[in-house]
């Protein structure tokens, strides 16, 4: 390794300060202890009607109207009061302003964020679930979200520096033009809006990719059994009667015979112990369901002469000559109730 020094990089107290400040009531302001969307409009409307050098009327009245909020927990009160004592001159009330001109507008560049992860979705129509394509896709929407986020926060900050209003559709002017103002104001007192705003943003983004997330592999496995016309309700997670050191992701009966079913994208070394099983336990058929992408000759020869069954996403399986001379080994394609009924 080479010693590596980087020169320059010394950011004074005071930029830290105020970009620190900015942050805080950002993060605060949106945070679980934060406004809701009704004292975020209300507030908004309150802090156009005060001039930047009236900062301490506009701190005591803010003060005042939480304090008299109707229904608001004692832990959200005391959040917010707390960050409007940190009004402590002129330049907090502008950054203060601009905060909630931002947050304003999060929403619908959240929105945005999350078109790139719609598109991906689109994209999904008639893959299998079990697919390399379909898992590939959803693996990448979080990433395509998170990207089209960065981007679209940068281009709505280049909006703001070139001093064009009209770029927010259906928003009043005068709150655009305020925008750009303020947006001036702030960058001549070191603040750089959009890297703040980008670690708020991120943990937004962050936060709806797992609340709108779609289901994991397991999930999309358990969906193709519910859709082949297995009651969802009659599938359990179980471990090996006779093994107890194996557990079933999947465990029901069909005509007559217990069904056990190993998931996982990858294989690694589970195989070993779903062969070890195979020997000892009296479940009527073991299943092991992947992608594929570990496989080799040795552990397929080793999966398939013990008794064990293996689908593989149709990708791998068509792209290795080698697994069609198994006949214990088939395609995710041949996943089907058909196919179930058909296994000894």
Not at 77 to 96: A, C, M, P, Q, T
Not at 220 to 243: A, N, Q, T
Not at 321 to 337: A, C, G, I, Q, R
Request: charged share 25%; hydrophobic share 40%; net charge negative.
């Amino acid at each position: 390794m080479f010693a590596m020094k980087i020169n320059d990089l010394e950011i004074t107290q005071t930029k830290l300060d105020v970009n620190y400040k900015l942050y805080l009531f950002l993060k605060e302001l949106n945070g679980g202890n934060g406004l809701t969307e009704a004292m975020l409009s209300f507030f908004l409307e309150l802090i156009s009607s005060f001039k930047d050098a009236d900062y301490e009327n506009a701190r005591r009245l803010f003060i005042d109207k939480i304090n008299n909020w109707p229904k608001l927990s004692d832990s959200k009160k005391e959040n917010i009061l707390s960050l409007f004592y940190e009004i402590d001159e002129e330049n907090d009330f502008v950054l203060l302003k601009f905060a909630l001109k931002i947050l304003a507008v999060k929403p619908l560049l959240l929105e945005e964020a999350k078109l790139a992860q719609t598109s991906k979705l689109v994209n999904t129509d008639g893959l299998h679930l079990l697919s390399l394509e379909f898992d590939r896709i959803s693996k990448s929407k979080p990433y395509y979200t998170r990207v089209n986020g960065a981007l679209v926060s940068l281009v709505f900050f280049e909006k703001i520096e070139s001093g064009k209003d009209g770029f927010l559709l259906g928003v009043n002017a005068d709150f655009t033009k305020s925008l750009i103002e303020e947006a001036k104001t702030i960058c001549s007192m070191g603040v750089e809006p959009n890297q703040i705003f980008m670690i708020m943003f991120m943990e937004c983004i962050n936060q709806s990719i797992v609340s709108d997330a779609g289901g994991s592999y397991e999930d999309r496995i358990e969906d193709v059994l519910v859709s082949m016309g297995i009651p969802r309700e009659s599938i359990k997670k179980i471990h090996d009667k006779d093994d107890n050191a194996t557990e079933f992701d999947f465990f029901f009966e069909l005509n007559g015979k217990t069904i056990g079913i190993g998931a996982k994208r990858t294989l690694r070394e589970r195989y070993k112990q779903f062969i070890k099983t195979a020997q000892m336990s009296q479940i009527d058929i073991m299943i092991e369901v992947t992608l594929g992408l570990d496989l080799t000759q040795n552990k397929v020869e080793a999966i398939a002469n013990h008794g064990v069954y293996l689908f593989v996403a149709d990708e791998i399986y068509n792209s290795l000559e080698y697994l069609h001379k198994f006949d214990k080994v088939y395609p995710v394609s041949k996943f089907t109730m058909d196919v179930f009924k058909s296994l000894k």
